[in-house]
């Protein structure tokens, strides 16, 4: 995502500050979210952006973000919680993208300055074109659930698993991890084969924590979505491995910055809370989540000592979303 944000100009000249702005996606229950085409006299105009404006001095992001909307929108925000940062550099303008995600507000969106219209639409087959180059990205994060659930075949057994599996499933768990490193390659491609096809009988993702002699057959295959890649790995890497979707595991903000420059399309990081499995280990705690993730520009899941009820709170730490192992198979929602 780094590639749109050179900090030096060819001709010598420094680069100029970066514009904070903040932006909405402003989403109903549906999963559709409001875009809207920009006026005429403007830079772009007719293509289309996510709502905001510009953060004055002296404002917070979220400030702005609920005067923006009010003057953009004629709505009050109720509820937003804060999500990526992009930085981007166009022609005329290096802005910093400072997104929300906006759950709840009062009125009806209508447009007051003169906007050309605005849709309701979704991220993975959007009907409006063209969209505003920085956020292009910003789309293929809203495809991603705000649960990913790790898989436990080894804590569970494959009898006591599978039926788990089948019903988070069945209850709208979208995102899973394949990851049982413990296992001989063997065991660990049949029971991916198997996990893998019981995902896509449910229109769900899986990616496969393990080498690419493990991932890739199954993502050739159709079973798999791409690859996850732990810490050790993603800081050995170079380039981004060929794949449809790719996740990280990272514990730092260096690992999360490799991350980014990989082109990762989502980041776990933890551990944010004590683990059963690695008790007394040093935790970042939700301030230290948040501080680490306050810049990123990638979708980042919360993971340790977690469970569903902490999603709000993850949110409002600046996460996407919540990963669980044990608890991914043992509540009543996904």
Not at 54 to 63: D, T
Not at 99 to 113: L, Q
Not at 128 to 153: C, D, F
Not at 183 to 206: F, I, K, N, S, Y
Request: with cysteine; aromatic share 6%; proline share 8%.
């Amino acid at each position: 995502m780094h590639a749109n944000r050179p900090e030096d100009h060819a001709d010598g000249h420094p680069p100029r500050d970066r514009i904070e702005v903040a932006a909405a996606v402003i989403e109903r229950p549906d999963g559709r979210f409001l875009m809207a085409s920009r006026p005429e006299g403007k830079v772009y105009a007719g293509w289309w952006e996510f709502p905001g404006g510009k953060v004055e001095a002296g404002e917070s992001a979220r400030h702005a973000l609920d005067r923006e909307l009010h003057e953009e929108l004629g709505i009050t925000v109720k509820n937003a919680y804060p999500w990526l940062n992009r930085a981007f550099d166009y022609d005329h303008a290096r802005v910093m993208l400072r997104f929300f995600r906006v759950t709840e507000w009062d009125g009806e969106p209508h447009p007051r300055e003169g906007q050309g219209g605005l849709a309701w639409t979704r991220a993975a087959c959007p009907d409006v074109q063209p969209i505003l180059p920085a956020n292009g990205p910003i789309l293929r994060g809203l495809e991603l659930p705000l649960n990913y659930g790790i898989t436990a075949l080894t804590e569970w057994g494959e009898s006591g698993f599978m039926p788990r599996l089948e019903q988070a499933l069945v209850r709208g768990l979208r995102l899973v991890q394949f990851r049982e490193k413990t296992l001989p390659r063997e065991r660990q491609m049949a029971l991916a084969r198997e996990v893998g096809a019981r995902c896509r009988e449910h229109g769900a993702l899986m990616l496969v924590n393990g080498p690419a002699d493990v991932t890739m057959p199954l993502v050739d295959a159709g079973l798999a979505a791409g690859q996850h890649l732990d810490s050790a790995s993603l800081m050995a890497l170079p380039a981004r491995p060929d794949v449809p979707w790719l996740g990280a595991s990272c514990h730092s903000a260096p690992e999360l910055a490799q991350a980014e420059a990989l082109g990762a399309d989502l980041a776990v990081l933890g551990p944010v809370c004590d683990t059963l499995s690695h008790p007394g280990a040093p935790t970042l705690g939700w301030a230290g989540f948040s501080d680490l993730v306050q810049d990123c520009g990638l979708p980042v899941f919360a993971l340790g000592g977690l469970t569903l009820t902490d999603l709000a709170q993850a949110r409002t730490s600046g996460a996407h979303g919540i990963a669980l192992k044990s608890a991914a198979w043992a509540g009543d929602r996904p």
